[in-house]
């Protein structure tokens, strides 16, 4: 049986013809030989896979996989990751961009830091049509040398752009071990911020400031058309709180952290979009003025 690879990397396609040469560039950074490289698409409503697997013929570290079973995002990331062999795993999205060394640093990163499940860098927001308002990027409100905890997992959750760290490289062994797959929302709204919170009470998250990739928001970005009001709210508390009752470390720590969590999902909900969006910014200059940049 052959060795599986040091790090998977996934890529999940959906009408990703506009971002082939981001697609291209990104694959063709991907010198490190001890990788497989997984690219899928459920819809195959272009030839993007097409081409991709013709370019990438002979390069034996793809896989490719295609069906017409229309997952949703959610889904189709959690497929991606169930068939995944390496010890580490990162989802590429098909319009950001990584720079060669992206992968490196951050498995770097996590062998020397082992007490650590997911590695991430600067991510860099860029608006391609103005559809989307973009954030300055503010590093996590954690100290470097602060030893991780259930507060620090609530503090990036409530506090800062947590989604960011979805951008990040993660050990797989610790989501194969105890089944932490992405738990749909309503409409899959912050499935993916939910789920790296939930990552983050098995482990650390290190941030690496020397490591920097770009994510393009457009009108077909997935979250686009993401709304925010009570029943996602409510929608957050219950997806949450199954996170905090199978993954903190005691039935104290759940109940404490709902306490923080719980209010701040039905606040967001219960207030108007901008109001909620200009709160979280107030907060973050308020809390972490060291931390933030100026817009």
């Known amino acids: 049986m052959a060795k599986p690879p040091l790090v998977s ?130 590093p996590p409100p954690v100290a470097a040398d602060e030893d991780w905890s259930i507060d620090a997992a609530v503090r990036c959750l409530t506090l800062w752009q947590l989604w960011i760290a979805f951008r990040g490289v993660f050990r797989r062994e610790v989501v194969a071990r105890s089944g932490l797959y992405i738990r749909p929302t309503r409409g899959n709204v912050r499935a993916d911020v939910y789920w790296v919170f939930a990552l983050s009470l098995t482990g650390a998250l290190r941030f690496v400031p020397s490591c920097r990739m770009t994510k393009r928001f457009h009108r077909g970005s997935g979250g686009a058309g993401w709304r925010f009001g009570i029943r996602q709210s409510l929608d957050a508390c219950r997806v949450l709180g199954s996170y905090l009752d199978d993954f903190a470390r005691s039935p104290r720590e759940a109940t404490r952290a709902k306490s923080v969590v719980y209010p701040w999902c039905l606040v967001q909900g219960l207030l108007p979009e901008r109001w909620a969006r200009g709160l979280g910014i107030a907060t973050r200059r308020i809390l972490l003025p060291s931390a933030m940049r100026a817009p």
């Open 9 to 138: 990397v996934a890529l999940p396609l959906h009408r990703s013809r506009p971002f082939l040469e981001i697609v291209l560039e990104n694959l063709q950074a991907l010198t490190w030989g001890n990788l497989e490289i997984i690219v899928s698409d459920r819809h195959l409503a272009d030839d993007t896979l097409d081409v991709l697997r013709s370019r990438f013929a002979s390069d034996a570290r793809f896989r490719f996989l295609e069906a017409r079973d229309h997952l949703d995002w959610v889904g189709h990331f959690n497929l991606l990751l169930a068939e995944a062999r390496g010890e580490y795993f990162m989802w590429m999205a098909h319009d950001d961009s990584y720079p060669a060394s992206y992968i490196a640093k951050l498995v770097a990163c996590l062998e020397e830091h082992r007490a650590a499940v997911l590695a991430f860098g600067e991510v860099e927001q860029v608006s391609l049509d103005g559809f989307l308002p973009t954030l300055p990027f503010v």
